[in-house]
């Protein structure tokens, strides 16, 4: 069941009505079995999978929260068997055996592990973090044990986290389930707002998108140099779109709900840096290897060299989290080698801003730091975007080739309505960020007059429905 689908459509508000009509001491149990009738919707079995992870999260917390400091670590290794074992043989044993059956075939050898053949449960990735982040956290205590197991099963479940996030954190999460959540006209007004705003950045917007990205990078050894160039930026906006389309959803339906969650994206492709991208990307995602990967290695308060070694495990894992192909890892090494490069060369590059008085212009400054940040992380989204390795380095060397032809002809291999939809589309995108920029499109909606308002929707809802694609589309990050 997909947020942009009719299935989803008709669930959600059932689900919000038997919430609110259900007395507060039992409300618990309808959001725990949303979240299972949710998860199940796309394969059955896989709740043996989550109902593992439920079990190691409640039970292991306890366990760990009750033993004596030696043995804290003993049962958080145990408990940290399921979820990052189930993570590790259904996502990453095929990676690992096939790269040793490559290494076998080049040097002759005879051990040959086989493969096997199973669907990528849904999700996995997300709520095994999440289950791993409160066994962490219980560790080092930073959260209680919580002694309620449905508390602990609706925390691992619940339905607007459970496919791609946000990974929230068990410490918000748990003590907002014994709030009593009235019904709040503005609260579900504005839930519902970000929820129609996120299905019009992933229905509209990275769809469309989709269209020209995919034109090119299905088939990248027919073009060179514009095309490419043109597909590659697109993909930036899409993916953007795409990701934070769906985490404007989830926000949106656990607001209506009654639920604080953790902000997902914070206009990202306005960093000045690639350090600050990533702490407006992916958030959920870029704390949790912060605080339970980085720092535990030493974070930054150690020597330069360890400080690099930090960074490019933190990088390279995060780049197989996403997914077991060789494409990520590389796309993980390249961001973890841009704050390197960054860290190293920052005090050059400031002294010369300095010998040239640039820096009596800070707005340019500005404005340089941003295209050089968002080019770099442009440039780093081919890998991830591509099938293959091959496809990536066959790109990256013709990104600049061909410039010389003309422009409407090097454009010619897109059909104009597309690409005229895609200039439009983000140009919407931009213009949403900038109001974004001053105080937040939701504030500055609701001071807006009904009347305002009412249009924004409805503009928004004729878009969804009229300008969508024929062909409803997954969400990208879906598939990690």
Same mark, same amino acid.
């Given at each position: 069941?997909?947020?942009?689908?009719?299935?989803?459509?008709?669930?959600?508000?059932?689900?919000?009505?038997?919430?609110?009509?259900?007395?507060?001491?039992?409300? @618990?149990?309808? &959001?725990?079995?949303?979240?299972?009738?949710?998860?199940?919707?796309?394969?059955?079995?896989?709740?043996?999978?989550?109902?593992?992870?439920?079990?190691?999260?409640?039970?292991?917390?306890?366990? @760990?929260?009750?033993?004596?400091?030696?043995?804290?670590?003993?049962?958080?290794? @145990?408990?940290?068997?399921?979820?990052?074992?189930? $993570?590790?043989?259904?996502?990453?044993?095929?990676?690992?055996?096939?790269?040793?059956?490559? $290494?076998?075939?080049?040097?002759?050898?005879?051990?040959?592990?086989?493969?096997?053949?199973?669907?990528?449960?849904?999700?996995?990735?997300?709520?095994? /973090?999440?289950?791993?982040?409160? &066994?962490?956290?219980?560790?080092?205590?930073?959260?209680?044990?919580?002694?309620?197991?449905?508390?602990?099963?609706?925390?691992?479940?619940?339905?607007?986290?459970?496919?791609? =996030?946000?990974?929230?954190?068990?410490?918000?999460? &748990?003590?907002?389930?014994?709030?009593?959540?009235?019904?709040?006209?503005?609260?579900?007004?504005?839930?519902?707002?970000?929820?129609?705003?996120?299905?019009?950045?992933?229905?509209?917007?990275?769809?469309? #998108?989709?269209?020209?990205?995919?034109?090119?990078? $299905?088939?990248?050894?027919?073009?060179?140099?514009?095309?490419?160039?043109?597909?590659?930026?697109?993909?930036?906006?899409?993916?953007?779109?795409?990701?934070?389309?769906?985490?404007?959803?989830?926000?949106?339906?656990?607001?209506?709900?009654?639920?604080?969650?953790?902000?997902?994206?914070?206009?990202?492709?306005?960093?000045?840096?690639? *350090?600050?991208?990533? +702490?407006?990307?992916?958030?959920? $995602?870029?704390?949790?290897?912060?605080?339970?990967?980085?720092?535990?290695?030493?974070?930054?308060?150690?020597?330069?060299?360890?400080?690099?070694?930090?960074?490019?495990?933190?990088?390279?894992?995060?780049?197989?989290?996403? *997914?077991?192909?060789?494409?990520?890892?590389?796309?993980?090494? &390249?961001?973890?080698?841009? #704050?390197?490069?960054?860290?190293?060369?920052?005090?050059?590059?400031?002294?010369?801003?300095?010998?040239?008085?640039?820096?009596?212009?800070?707005?340019?400054?500005?404005?340089?730091?941003? *295209?050089?940040?968002?080019?770099?992380?442009?440039?780093?989204?081919?890998?991830? +975007?591509?099938?293959?390795?091959?496809?990536?380095?066959?790109?990256?060397?013709?990104?600049?080739?061909?410039?010389?032809? =003309?422009?409407?002809?090097?454009?010619?291999?897109?059909?104009?309505?597309?690409?005229?939809?895609?200039?439009?589309?983000?140009?919407?995108?931009?213009?949403?960020?900038?109001?974004?920029?001053?105080?937040?499109?939701?504030?500055?909606?609701?001071?807006?007059?009904?009347?305002? +308002?009412?249009?924004?929707?409805?503009?928004?809802?004729?878009?969804?429905?009229?300008?969508?694609?024929?062909?409803?589309?997954?969400?990208?990050?879906?598939? /990690?």
């Amino acid at each position: 069941m997909l947020f942009n689908s009719l299935d989803f459509l008709w669930f959600f508000p059932l689900i919000a009505v038997v919430y609110f009509s259900t007395p507060a001491a039992w409300r @618990i149990v309808v &959001l725990l079995a949303a979240g299972l009738w949710f998860y199940a919707s796309w394969e059955p079995s896989y709740l043996l999978i989550l109902f593992a992870c439920i079990f190691a999260a409640h039970f292991g917390a306890l366990a @760990i929260d009750r033993s004596s400091q030696r043995r804290r670590t003993f049962w958080l290794v @145990i408990s940290m068997l399921i979820p990052f074992g189930m $993570l590790l043989a259904f996502k990453y044993y095929n990676f690992f055996a096939d790269t040793v059956q490559q $290494l076998g075939r080049r040097i002759d050898s005879s051990f040959n592990p086989p493969l096997l053949r199973f669907a990528l449960p849904v999700g996995i990735s997300f709520f095994t /973090f999440k289950t791993m982040s409160y &066994l962490f956290d219980v560790h080092r205590g930073a959260t209680p044990a919580e002694h309620s197991f449905l508390k602990t099963a609706t925390y691992v479940s619940f339905f607007p986290q459970i496919l791609a =996030g946000p990974i929230e954190r068990a410490g918000n999460f &748990l003590p907002q389930l014994d709030r009593k959540h009235a019904v709040d006209a503005g609260r579900i007004t504005d839930g519902l707002a970000l929820m129609l705003w996120g299905l019009f950045k992933k229905a509209v917007i990275a769809d469309n #998108l989709a269209v020209v990205v995919n034109w090119v990078y $299905l088939a990248p050894e027919n073009y060179k140099g514009l095309p490419l160039i043109v597909a590659t930026y697109t993909y930036a906006f899409q993916i953007y779109c795409d990701f934070s389309g769906y985490s404007d959803m989830a926000i949106g339906a656990a607001r209506v709900l009654g639920f604080s969650t953790m902000k997902n994206f914070n206009r990202p492709y306005a960093a000045t840096s690639v *350090g600050e991208f990533w +702490r407006r990307w992916h958030i959920s $995602l870029s704390t949790w290897f912060r605080d339970y990967v980085y720092i535990p290695l030493g974070g930054n308060r150690v020597a330069l060299w360890k400080w690099t070694r930090n960074v490019m495990i933190v990088f390279l894992i995060s780049g197989l989290w996403h *997914g077991s192909y060789w494409t990520f890892i590389i796309w993980g090494g &390249l961001h973890g080698l841009f #704050l390197v490069g960054e860290r190293l060369l920052t005090p050059a590059f400031s002294r010369a801003a300095q010998t040239v008085r640039l820096n009596t212009y800070p707005r340019v400054v500005t404005a340089l730091r941003v *295209g050089l940040t968002f080019n770099l992380v442009a440039f780093s989204w081919v890998f991830f +975007r591509s099938e293959t390795v091959g496809d990536a380095l066959y790109i990256t060397q013709h990104l600049f080739e061909g410039l010389d032809r =003309g422009f409407t002809e090097a454009l010619a291999v897109f059909r104009s309505d597309d690409l005229i939809l895609a200039a439009i589309l983000v140009a919407v995108l931009f213009t949403a960020q900038y109001i974004r920029r001053a105080q937040g499109a939701l504030e500055w909606l609701r001071r807006r007059p009904s009347y305002v +308002r009412w249009a924004v929707y409805a503009v928004l809802v004729l878009a969804i429905v009229n300008l969508r694609p024929e062909h409803n589309t997954g969400f990208i990050y879906l598939q /990690f």
